[in-house]
C-alpha cells in the first residue's frame, strides 16, 4: 500500500521570498505519479505540477518547481517568488500508473505574508 | 486541465432525506469515478471508486448502502447520500479518470452537504 507523508502541518513566507514544502511518500510500485494539488479558500482541487517516477529530471511549472529525490522517497515543492494567491492548502500525492487512486498526504496550509 | 462539472455545490436538507450529487466529464470520457469526502481542516479521504457500467468498490468502513454510487455513462456519475444524518455533513469531491487524462486526476468544485 501507498502511503504519502507531509510533516509541515502549516508553513509561511514573505510575499516573494521561496518557500519550500516537503513531501516523502512510500511504494512498492515501479512505475508511479507524484503529484502537487493546490486548494484555496474556494476548495477546488487544482493541480499544480506533475512528476513521473521514471522521469529523473525534476518537472517545473513557472514559479512552482519539485525536487525528486526518487532513492530517498521524497517529493518536495519549491515556490519561488511567492503570490497573495498562492496561499492555500497544499496536497502531496501518489498514483500508481493506470486507473488507480490517488493517496493523499495531510496537506500543508501555506500562509504569504504581504 | 479537463473540464468536470459538480452539482449542487451546496445543499442543506432536513435529517432523514436523501441527496443526490452530479458529477459530468465534459472533455473526456470517464472510464472511473472517484468519489472523495473532505471533513474541515483535513485532507480528502477515497470512499468508493466506480467503473463505467459496474457496481463502486467502497473504501473500509464506508455505507455502501447508505452512499448509493451510479456511474451508467462515461460523462456522468451521481452520488446519493441516503437518509442523511448531521454525521453525514462533509465536502464531496469527485474525479473522474480516463485514459485521454493522460495519468492526471481532476477533480469536480465540490459539494457542501449540511444536514440538519
Known amino acids: 500500500a501507498q502511503t504519502v507523508t507531509q510533516s509541515q502541518p502549516e508553513m509561511s513566507v514573505q510575499e516573494a521570498e521561496t518557500v519550500t514544502l516537503s513531501c516523502t511518500y512510500d511504494?512498492?510500485?515501479?512505475?508511479?505519479?507524484l503529484f502537487w494539488y493546490k486548494q484555496p479558500p474556494s476548495r477546488q482541487m487544482i493541480l499544480v505540477i506533475r512528476?513521473?517516477?521514471?522521469?529523473?529530471q525534476n518537472a517545473t511549472e513557472n514559479r512552482f518547481s519539485v525536487n525528486f529525490q526518487k532513492a530517498a522517497k521524497s517529493f518536495s515543492l519549491k515556490i519561488s517568488d511567492s503570490q497573495l494567491g498562492d496561499a492555500a492548502m497544499y496536497f502531496c500525492?501518489?498514483?500508481?500508473?493506470?486507473?488507480?487512486?490517488?493517496?493523499f498526504g495531510q496537506g500543508t496550509r501555506l500562509t504569504i505574508n504581504p | 486541465g479537463a473540464v468536470v462539472s459538480q452539482h449542487p455545490s451546496w445543499v442543506i436538507c432536513k435529517s432523514g432525506t436523501s441527496v443526490k450529487i452530479e458529477c459530468r466529464s465534459l472533455?473526456?470520457?470517464?472510464?472511473?469515478m472517484f468519489w472523495y469526502r473532505q471533513f474541515p481542516k483535513q485532507s480528502l479521504m477515497l470512499m468508493a471508486t466506480?467503473?463505467?457500467?459496474?457496481?463502486?468498490?467502497?473504501e473500509q468502513g464506508v455505507e455502501k448502502d447508505k452512499f448509493l454510487i451510479n456511474h451508467a455513462s462515461l460523462t456522468l456519475s451521481t452520488l446519493t447520500v441516503t437518509s442523511a444524518h448531521p454525521e453525514d455533513s462533509s465536502f464531496y469531491i469527485c474525479?473522474?479518470?480516463?485514459?485521454?487524462?493522460?495519468?492526471?486526476?481532476?477533480f469536480g468544485s465540490g459539494t457542501q452537504l449540511s444536514v440538519l
Open positions: 500525492a501518489c498514483k500508481i500508473q493506470g486507473a488507480q487512486k490517488l493517496v
Open positions: 511504494t512498492s510500485e515501479s512505475d508511479y505519479y
Open positions: 512528476q513521473e517516477a521514471y522521469k529523473q
Open positions: 472533455d473526456f470520457q470517464a472510464t472511473t
Open positions: 466506480s467503473n463505467e457500467g459496474s457496481k463502486a468498490t467502497y
Open positions: 474525479s473522474p479518470y480516463g485514459g485521454a487524462t493522460n495519468e492526471k486526476l481532476f
